[in-house]
């Protein structure tokens, strides 16, 4: 998995002050995108455990009280970054267990729970979005944007609490 940005501090991708990862490689190609850059799975720089540690550490850092860890991209729900992901997100839940995950996609829920059980990477897709505590899913629609909605873009994403999902 690569990835392009990782900020320890962010206020903008999700609620409260938040780590927020970038990850590499989307394939929805919406128009209007203001992250085409990270499209390109191979593009950025390579994730590391270092990385992965510094995100641990980060977290539990009592000096900035941070509420949870964002994923973001390129699409988190890249086949790339699937197994990657769901290792940083056991780790975030055993570690800093009173953190929340939030992650972007731009597949929608319905469009997930109708891909499982076709491989094994839709199940890991799936088997992702249902261990973060927010799925904002959706691809961006340039003609449905609305700058006065908070934490989606367009009108047609969706910011859904996943709790007793699966």
Same mark, same amino acid.
């Given at each position: 998995?690569?990835y !392009? ?9 999700g609620p409260?002050?938040?780590?927020v990862?970038?990850v590499? %490689?989307?394939?929805h190609g919406?128009?209007g995108?203001?992250?085409e ?6 593009s950025?720089m390579?994730?590391?455990k270092e990385l ?11 000096r900035?009280?941070?509420? %949870?860890?964002?994923?973001s %991209? %390129?699409?988190?729900l !890249?086949e790339?970054?699937?197994?990657p992901?769901?290792q ?10 009173d953190?929340?995950i ?11 729970e109708a ?8 199940n890991?897709?799936y088997?992702?979005?249902?261990l973060?505590?927010v ?6 629609v340039?003609?449905? !944007?609305d700058p006065?909605l ?11 609490e996943?709790?007793?999902v699966?």
């Amino acid at each position: 998995m690569n990835y !392009h940005q990782y900020y320890p501090t962010d206020m903008l991708n999700g609620p409260g002050i938040r780590n927020v990862l970038f990850v590499s %490689g989307c394939t929805h190609g919406c128009k209007g995108c203001y992250n085409e850059s990270t499209w390109n799975p191979k593009s950025g720089m390579a994730f590391s455990k270092e990385l992965e540690d510094q995100i641990i550490r980060d977290l539990q850092d009592t000096r900035i009280k941070r509420d %949870g860890l964002t994923l973001s %991209g %390129g699409d988190p729900l !890249h086949e790339r970054n699937i197994l990657p992901l769901i290792q940083l997100v056991h780790r975030v839940r055993k570690e800093c267990p009173d953190k929340t995950i939030w992650m972007w996609t731009g597949y929608t829920l319905p469009e997930l729970e109708a891909m499982r059980d076709n491989t094994q990477v839709t199940n890991d897709r799936y088997y992702l979005a249902t261990l973060v505590d927010v799925l904002v899913d959706g691809k961006f629609v340039q003609e449905l !944007h609305d700058p006065t909605l908070k934490f989606v873009g367009s009108s047609n994403q969706n910011i859904i609490e996943i709790k007793n999902v699966s």
